[in-house]
């Protein structure tokens, strides 16, 4: 069963998938968009990509505030997962996503990635350290 994980945010979306078992997951791509608001194009990759790999679940990262609370991004975020389900009937989990791209930037600075060239690969890092923290509630 193919899962992908998704990073959402205002002009990117970072995604990742896990191997054909389950077990890893890796990030694949990050789809950009011009403005926060033209969400058909990604619509219509997000799909490709979930037909290309037979997504059968899609975890998304919650953009949670510090505290816990909900804000605006939280609400941007249901707003996308809800057109993304009616587009495709698939089961979405929720992941919260506090710090992950903090940590997707000391993956890469670990990995020796200059600064300068961190923000092509951020959103995709993002992606799988959400997934895999999906995963991990599974074992």
């Not at 059968?56 to 953009?63: C, D, L, N």
């Not at 993304?84 to 000391?106: K, N, P, Y």
Request: proline share 2%; hydrophobic share 35%.
């Amino acid at each position: 069963m193919r899962i992908l994980g998704l990073d959402y945010g205002d002009k990117t979306v970072g995604v990742a998938i896990t191997d054909e078992l389950g077990f890893t997951a890796q990030p694949v791509t990050t789809v950009v968009r011009e403005r926060s608001s033209k969400l058909r194009k990604t619509y219509q990759e997000l799909e490709k990509i979930i037909e290309q790999y037979s997504v059968e679940k899609i975890v998304v990262g919650m953009p949670y505030n510090m505290d816990g609370s909900e804000g605006e991004r939280t609400e941007k975020t249901r707003a996308f997962i809800s057109e993304l389900s009616r587009r495709t009937g698939l089961e979405f989990i929720e992941v919260d996503e506090r710090l992950t791209t903090v940590e997707a930037d000391e993956v890469l600075q670990d990995m020796g990635v200059p600064a300068s060239e961190r923000k092509a690969y951020i959103d995709k890092i993002a992606a799988a350290i959400i997934l895999k923290s999906y995963l991990n509630t599974l074992e």
